[in-house]
């Protein structure tokens, strides 16, 4: 498809190579973990933080040796030993020029001790018994007071809901418009081949003129510009596609606000050849022009383009 599907896999210049999570246990490091993994970034949690330079340096980092690191740590109090240590590790990054960012996430008293009832988990400050939640939590936001200072970014996710806290990530930390944050899968499959078990929307077009029955194009498929004008010029088709992209128009955007990371969209005709290659192209043509990242394939036009050829040989 286009260049935002071709490069997706680069970073955007104001996205930082080393991303340091850090914040108060319960506030969501975790997820923003995994928000910073749906992002492109390898993820590694609970590092001590003498680890840091070591690992930075590495050549085993997965695009280390591009020049497109993208590392993603979560450096926190469970590292009661090591993590006094981690003032110093930040200026030795400094010093050898490592771009970072630090992103600390934090939440009232309050709603921390609800989580932590809620999840009947053991705060890390009280695996020994001497504490209870509440005094671990006020131990840790003591610990952690000097590293919320020098963070680039603060995020209270007190009355944040997971998505929330995706999105306000992303906002910070992306350069990807919320659009391109949706990976979409467009692909065509045929209904005699099975069901598209594994799509999140799916479309059968088997109600439109069929190709097939012209001798002429029952051989090639929806690639082929004879079989694409067949389908796209038929009144039933364009008024489809009228209401198709109206339809995706609609719920993309729902889509990208409740945070979803991957989308796959099924358009279905009888064998996968003709109508159902054509409209999933036009598909992900559409949703590229309202900015997602697309990849357009199709599921059985390999089969079909098979079972089409020993059908000629047969007839031979």
């Known amino acids: 498809m286009g260049d935002a599907a071709r490069h997706e896999g680069k970073r955007a210049e104001n996205e930082p190579g080393l991303v340091i999570i850090t914040g108060m246990s319960g506030a969501g490091r975790t997820e923003a973990m995994h928000t910073f993994e749906d992002m492109g970034y390898f993820c590694i949690d609970n590092l001590p933080p003498t680890l840091l330079l070591s690992l930075v340096t590495s050549s085993n980092i997965p695009g280390q040796n591009e020049g497109e690191l993208r590392l993603a740590v979560v450096c926190d109090a469970r590292n009661r030993d090591y993590f006094k240590e981690l003032a110093g590790e930040l200026a030795h990054l400094r010093r050898e020029g490592i771009d970072y960012r630090i992103i600390f996430l934090d939440a009232d008293d309050t709603s921390l001790l609800a989580r932590y009832k809620a999840s009947r988990r053991l705060h890390p400050l009280c695996t020994d018994g ?8 006020a131990r840790e936001r003591e610990v952690l007071t000097e590293l919320r200072e020098i963070a680039n970014c603060v995020i209270d996710t007190s009355d944040m809901r997971p998505s929330e806290l995706r999105r306000s990530i992303r906002a910070a930390f992306s350069g990807k418009t919320p659009q391109q944050g949706l990976s979409v899968v467009v692909y065509s499959f045929g209904f005699k081949h099975g069901a598209a078990t594994d799509a999140d929307i799916v479309i059968d077009v088997r109600f439109l003129p069929n190709p097939y029955y012209d001798p002429d194009l029952q051989p090639m498929t ?42 796959a969209i ?16 036009a598909t992900g043509e559409f949703l590229e022009s309202l900015g ?24 031979a």
Not at 130 to 137: F, H, L, S, Y
Not at 266 to 281: D, F
Not at 298 to 311: C, F, K, N, V
Request: glycine content about 12%; hydrophobic content about 40%; charged content about 20%.
């Open 292 to 315: 997602y990242r697309v990849h357009v394939m199709h599921r059985d036009l390999s089969r079909a383009e098979i079972e089409g050829e020993g059908a000629r040989h047969a007839h």
């Open 222 to 263: 929806g690639l082929d510009a004879p079989v694409r004008d067949f389908v796209m010029g038929r009144r039933e088709t364009q008024e489809f596609l009228t209401h198709w992209k109206a339809l995706l128009a609609c719920v993309m955007p729902g889509y990208v606000t409740e945070g979803k990371q991957q989308l």
């Open 130 to 137: 001497r504490m209870t939640i509440a005094q671990g939590i």
């Open 266 to 281: 099924a358009v279905g005709c009888t064998g996968g050849q003709h109508r159902s290659v054509a409209l999933a192209v």
